[in-house]
Every structure is written in C-alpha cells, then in structure tokens.
C-alpha cells in the first residue's frame, strides 16, 4: 500500500480548517450552531469549495443540495470511491460532529494532491445535506434520497421551527448555489468509508486511537401530538380539564415502563417537547413531543416501535392522539472486509484500534445497501457530542485522516 498520501496529511491544516467551519454558527462554549440550509451552512460550504479548488477538485451539487468534490483517477470510468460526512450540527451542538468527516475527506484528498500520489478510481468527498434532522426531521435526508431509500420530495411539508417548508429551504438554497454544476441523484460507488468521532466513552476510556465501526444499531423516530382545551388555570375544575401536559406526563411515564431495559442497550429519549398554549396560568391545549428509539436487534425496534401508540392510548384520560413515524432506519453491518481495512491501516500507522458498534446513526448507514461500507471513529473527550463541549485532539483526528487516507488509497489503487 502507498504510504506517501498518509504521511503528507497535515494535522495543522486540518485542525485550522476545523477551527474555521467552528466560526460559521459559533455560539457560546466553542459550541455550533450550523442548521442545514441556512446561510451559515452556505457561508461553510463556499469556504470549503475554495480549499477543494484549490486542489483541482470538481464542485457539484445534485437536487438533494449534497455537496460533491471529485478528484479523478487514471480511469474516470471507474466507479469512485466515496467519503464524507455531513456539515450541519445540531442547535446546541459542538465542532467536530459531521464536519471531521468532510475536512477529514478533503485534508486526504489534500495529502494524496501533495504527495502526487495517483490513483486509477476516483475518489469523491460528499457533504449530505440534513444529516442532524435538527432542523428538519427527520435526519439523513440527504443520504436517504441518494440512496433511493426515499425520494426527497418525502419531506417536502416539514415545516422547520419557524415554519418553514423544507422544500422551500431547499429551492432557495439551490437556487443561491446554482453557478455549481449540477449531478444526478443517485450513483453506485466502488465502496463508501465515512470518518467520525465516536460520541461515546468508549475509545477514550480503553485507550484507543482508532474505531473500526462494525455497524450501526437501528432508529426509530415519532411525534406524538396530543390535543385538549385550553382553560383557565384558576378556575376550571379537575373534571372539566382536557390537560395536554398532565396527559403527556402520563404518556411518556408509561413509554419509560415500555423501553425499560435492564441491559442498558435500548436507548429511549424524549428529546423535544412543544406546549401550547405554553403560559402559567392556562391549561394546556396541545402537547407535542419526539420520541427517538434505538436498539441493534430490529425484532426489539419492531416491537417496541409498533406498540408506542397504543401505550400512549392507553395512558392518557382526557386528550386526543395522534403518533406520527418519521424516520426508521433499520440497523446494518459493515461489510468485513471494510472492517479489515481500517484495522490493516491503523496497524500499518501503529495506532492502537478496536472494533465497536456504532450507537449514533450516520449517513453511511443508507450506503450499505449500494456498496461495501465501513466506518473510522476517533476518539472524543468523555464521549460527550451534540454539546458545545464535545472535542478531539488535533492529533486524535490527524490519526483518524491518515487511517481514512490509507484505506482511501488502498480501495481506488
Ligand atoms: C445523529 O446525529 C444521531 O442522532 O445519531
Ligand atoms: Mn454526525
Ligand atoms: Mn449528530
């Protein structure tokens, strides 16, 4: 295997990248706060445009608005290689979530222009629009509509916190981008490796450099709308109330009774709630809230997913329901021989890897289905992510980039 891209990767560069992404949706705490489609999304990917120029990439964009730098092989007809990640974040969240994956993508890309290192495949760094679903639910967009999973007009009504139309987001951020040219939606790469911190405890604690993801467990996404009558809180009887909030109490205790799990594996999180018409001294006419569900065996996502609405019927007394899904992404397995790959190549720089499973859903999870997928993780500080405390060392995602290089070479040799 060629070593000259890896060693020409440049921690510096990378980490003066990611410190600059980091200013687009600064917010306090060295956090971000970088919603897809928005101007300081746009602001980032031209940024990120001019350093792929620089190198020669070629710019494209398909209808989805994910963001496509092509560095061509000795064969363009062969099918690429594919990285990347995703450059939006969530509201409350930190510097290194998504868009290591993207900086990571174009710093190997980087190295192998330096180090004039040629390859027959091309190789493309992608950034997938919508990823965090923070915005937008759900997440993956992007990813999900490359895939075929389902076509992007899926989401064309979801309406963002300020009701905003994701379709109408996306026609003004198209149209804002409309000097890139355009691709097709779709394609079959060769293989797809995507680079990530880990979000979790686990490498930091046991001391490794490096994650070889050996898959991704499943998710589950509802929003559960609760409808009764506002009243007045000084004067309406127990017995005349349809309380949203006291019924969405009593719906989300018996959904805890349902997720329990003594294993710790089932994760179940009510992460968003919405109150109308949310003042003191009224009672509540609606309650919204999320439910995100995830567990690695799909019997135990089915069941437990499937029997949300009726526990929630269940548990409330005075109010209408309705649960909506929004998302389900069934777990997969990266392929082994990926797997293998980012083992071989964290050996070959003498990094100390592992393999683990990956708790966070990511875009490589709808690449599966079209090519061999795998995963590179790195280290973060106590595991800690969607915080503005989340961080990695520069030489923690410099090992990550030179792992990704590696086995980037390695799959377009
Ligand atoms: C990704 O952001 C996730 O929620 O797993
Ligand atoms: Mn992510
Ligand atoms: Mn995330």
Redesign the pocket.
């Known amino acids: 295997m060629k070593q000259d891209g890896a060693a020409a990767v440049s921690e510096q560069r990378q980490w003066d990248r990611l410190m600059a992404m980091a200013q687009f949706g600064a917010i306090p705490g060295d956090g971000v706060n970088r919603a897809c489609l928005t101007r300081n999304d746009r602001a980032a990917r031209r940024v990120v445009i001019g350093w792929a120029r620089e190198i020669g990439l070629a710019v494209s964009i398909d209808e989805a608005a994910n963001l496509w730098l092509r560095r061509e092989g000795t064969d363009p007809a062969a099918r690429p290689v594919l990285t990347g990640s995703h450059m939006d974040s969530q509201p409350n969240g930190g510097r290194f979530d998504g868009i290591y994956g993207v900086i990571a993508g174009l710093e190997a890309l980087t190295a192998l222009h330096d180090a004039k290192v040629k390859t027959r495949r091309p190789i493309e760094v992608v950034a997938w629009t919508n ?2 679903g923070g915005r937008f639910a759900p ?1 993956c967009m992007g990813s999900m509509s490359w895939a075929g999973h389902s076509p992007i007009t899926t989401w064309s009504d979801v309406r963002d916190h300020d009701g905003i139309r994701f379709a109408d987001a996306l026609a003004e951020h198209l149209a804002e981008e409309a000097d890139l040219p355009r691709r097709k939606l779709g394609g079959a790469p060769h293989a797809y490796i995507e680079a990530h911190i880990e979000q979790g405890p686990r490498l930091e604690a046991e001391e490794f450099d490096i994650g070889a993801v050996t898959g991704i467990q499943g998710s589950r996404w509802f929003t559960v709308t609760l409808t009764g009558e506002s009243a007045h809180a000084g004067t309406t009887p127990l017995k005349l109330r349809h309380d949203a909030v006291q019924d969405m109490v009593r719906a989300i205790t018996a959904l805890n009774v349902l997720m329990h799990d003594p294993d710790d594996v089932l994760r179940f999180t009510v992460g968003r709630v919405v109150v109308s018409p949310n003042t003191s001294n009224s009672v509540a006419a609606s309650a919204t809230f999320s439910i995100d569900l995830r567990h690695p065996d799909p019997g135990i996502l089915r069941a437990r997913g499937n029997a949300v609405e009726g526990v929630i019927q269940a548990a409330v007394r005075d109010v209408a329901v309705s649960v909506q899904e929004s998302f389900n992404a069934l777990p997969v397995l990266f392929d082994s021989g990926m797997i293998g790959a980012v083992e071989q190549a964290a050996r070959a720089e003498r990094l100390r890897c592992t393999r683990l499973a990956s708790g ?2 990511h875009d490589a999870q709808f690449a599966v289905k079209l090519a061999p997928t795998g995963m590179i993780f790195v280290p973060c500080r106590k595991g800690i992510s969607h915080n503005p405390a989340e961080y990695s060392s520069p030489d923690q995602l410099a090992h990550g980039t030179r792992v990704l290089t590696r086995v980037l070479t390695e799959l377009a040799a």
């Open positions: 990823e965090e997440g966070a859903f």
